[in-house]
Nanobody, 119 residues
C-alpha cells in the first residue's frame, strides 16, 4: 500500500507563490505517473498536472498552464507542484496521486493539503 503525504499548503495573496510537496512511502522511480488534483468547495475534483516516471513528459490543465510547474525527485521519493502567480480560483484542497503502471489509473491518493488564495 503506497502512502502519500502532501505538505506546503497555506494562505497566500493573489499573485503570490506556493510550493506543494508529496512524499511517497515507496520509491517513486517505479511509479509510471504522479499527478496533482484539486477540489474546490462545491465542485468536483479536477486534474491539475501530471508527470511521468522519467520526468521528461508533463501535462497541465489549461487553467494552470504557464503558472504551475510539476516536478519529481525520485532520489527523494517526492513530487512537487510549484504554483506561481496564483489566483483566487486556485483555492482548493490539493491532492497528490500515483498511477503505478500504464495505462494511467490513479490508485493511490494523499489526504490533501488546503491552499487558500486571498484576493
Amino acid at each position: 500500500q503506497v502512502q502519500l503525504v502532501e505538505s506546503g499548503g497555506g494562505l497566500v495573496q493573489a499573485g503570490g507563490s506556493l510550493r506543494l510537496s508529496c512524499a511517497a512511502s515507496e520509491r517513486t522511480f517505479s511509479f509510471y505517473c504522479m499527478g496533482w488534483f484539486r477540489q474546490a468547495p462545491g465542485k468536483e475534483r479536477e486534474f491539475v498536472a501530471a508527470i511521468r516516471s522519467s520526468g521528461g513528459y508533463t501535462v497541465y490543465a489549461d487553467s494552470v498552464k504557464g503558472r504551475f510547474t510539476i516536478s519529481r525527485d525520485n532520489a527523494r521519493n517526492s513530487a512537487f507542484l510549484q504554483m506561481n502567480n496564483m489566483k483566487a480560483e486556485d483555492t482548493a484542497v490539493y491532492y497528490c496521486a500515483v498511477s503505478p503502471t500504464t495505462p494511467v489509473k490513479y490508485d493511490y491518493w494523499g489526504q490533501g493539503t488546503q491552499v487558500t488564495v486571498s484576493s
